[in-house]
């Protein structure tokens, strides 16, 4: 498995850079369905890229992506569960907050993630039972209770009939935090999590491939990663995610 993570982390540096590098004025962009939810050719050229790239370091294994995919997930087997750029909308403004995503589910469990900054040059990783990355230096949630640890959030905006519950909560949260961040990037926003930069994460609802590698990355760094419920992820639908340290409580 070591080998297979190296090898799937070169890959996606050389997406990153293409992401990082690209010529603007060339850039297609499309809506799909939900509010303010786009593609660009971008995501569509990175995804191809991915697919082809991890299916030849793994090829007994199934490919999940965002952008198209009609493959569905199953318990059994192994299957990549790939954002090639998770932050879209980030990308089309040139925000310089996207990242890259791609886990490992084996028989329905995750066993390896890496999400990939290309603008910063941060590369988390996590094996399971082997802990938490970026850069090859051990990363940990930080110790620090929620009245002195910042919130990230995402608000689902792609579900409007979540945004006034998700700004109520947000509001919750900056009432008992030192404050409050918004990225657009849920996969980014949990590596901040399990690198001890922010104390909670949460969003009320995210795909699989927005949530699937960023949670093995919090809980090998030491964190808990549930739905809104406090139930375990699954890998079958979108779900509700709140990522934290172990002394954050979230809000009930």
Not at 36 to 42: E, K, L
Not at 79 to 93: A, E, L, M, S
Not at 98 to 114: M, Q, R
Not at 208 to 228: Q, R, S
């Amino acid at each position: 498995m070591k080998h297979d993570i190296e090898a799937i982390c070169e890959l996606m540096r050389e997406c990153g850079r293409s992401i990082k590098d690209i010529d603007r004025a060339t850039l297609q962009i499309d809506s799909k369905a939900g509010h303010a939810n786009f593609v660009t050719d971008y995501d569509k050229k990175v995804q191809d890229r991915l697919r082809s790239g991890l299916l030849s370091i793994m090829p007994d294994a199934h490919f999940i992506g965002e952008e198209g995919t009609t493959q569905e997930f199953s318990s059994k087997g192994k299957f990549f569960i790939v954002d090639p750029i998770d932050g879209t909308t980030n990308f089309i403004k040139d925000f310089r907050a996207s990242s890259i995503s791609v886990a490992l589910i084996v028989d329905g469990i995750a066993e390896l993630g890496a999400i990939y900054n290309p603008y910063l040059d941060e590369m988390f990783t996590a094996m399971r039972g082997q802990g938490a990355f970026c850069n090859g230096k051990r990363i940990h949630v930080s110790s620090e209770p929620l009245e002195n640890g910042l919130v990230i959030f995402g608000t689902s905006p792609y579900n409007e009939e979540l945004s006034e519950r998700s700004f109520k909560l947000a509001y919750s949260y900056f009432r008992k935090s030192i404050d409050i961040r918004r990225t657009g990037s849920a996969a980014l926003d949990m590596c901040s999590v399990a690198a001890g930069r922010a104390e909670l994460f949460f969003e009320l609802s995210l795909s699989p491939w927005d949530y699937a590698a960023g949670a093995l990355i919090v809980e090998e760094a030491g964190g808990i990663v549930t739905d809104i419920d406090g139930n375990a992820l699954v890998y079958g639908h979108k779900s509700s995610v709140i990522a934290r340290n172990k002394v954050a409580r979230p809000i009930e």
